[in-house]
């Protein structure tokens, strides 16, 4: 089936090689490369969840995580099982409490525990959410009455 398949869809054939070249740039370290290519294989194949994750985590690396959290985003909508879509939930919730928007990772972590429960990576990241979100809200180290 594989040559029929390549005949049938050759935009996805394309795409998937595209995306096994940005893989192996990314394990290289060669992250403008990779990043150069996975945009090009998500162009061909906007819905490859596969793309996105590997997208976010080549921003991630180069420190442009608003990049990567919208990356990570765009593949929460494409997670074809509840695996991936509480992993990605989770890199995405990572994201935003590295940007700093706490009540949005909350929610984000909420999230990924309602799909999993007993998924603990995602209860472990709700927890330090919370506990961030409570020091935020206590009083300011080193302050005087």
Not at 26 to 44: P, T
Not at 54 to 61: D, P, S
Not at 104 to 125: F, G, K, L, T, W
Request: glycine content about 6%.
């Amino acid at each position: 089936t594989g040559i029929h398949d390549m005949l049938k869809n050759p935009r996805a054939t394309q795409s998937n090689e595209l995306f096994k070249m940005g893989i192996d740039s990314f394990r290289r370290g060669r992250l403008s490369e990779a990043l150069k290519l996975l945009k090009e294989a998500r162009e061909l194949n906007p819905g490859d969840y596969r793309i996105l994750v590997t997208l976010g985590h080549t921003y991630a690396r180069m420190d442009n995580l608003q990049d990567a959290l919208e990356a990570f985003q765009a593949g929460i909508a494409y997670a074809r099982s509840k695996d991936y879509k509480k992993w990605v939930l989770l890199l995405a919730c990572r994201a935003l409490r590295s940007l700093g928007r706490l009540e949005e990772a909350i929610a984000c972590a909420r999230q990924a525990v309602a799909v999993a429960p007993n998924y603990s990576p995602a209860h472990y990241e709700l927890a330090g959410c919370l506990g961030d979100r409570l020091k935020a809200l206590g009083t300011p180290q080193n302050s005087t009455p």
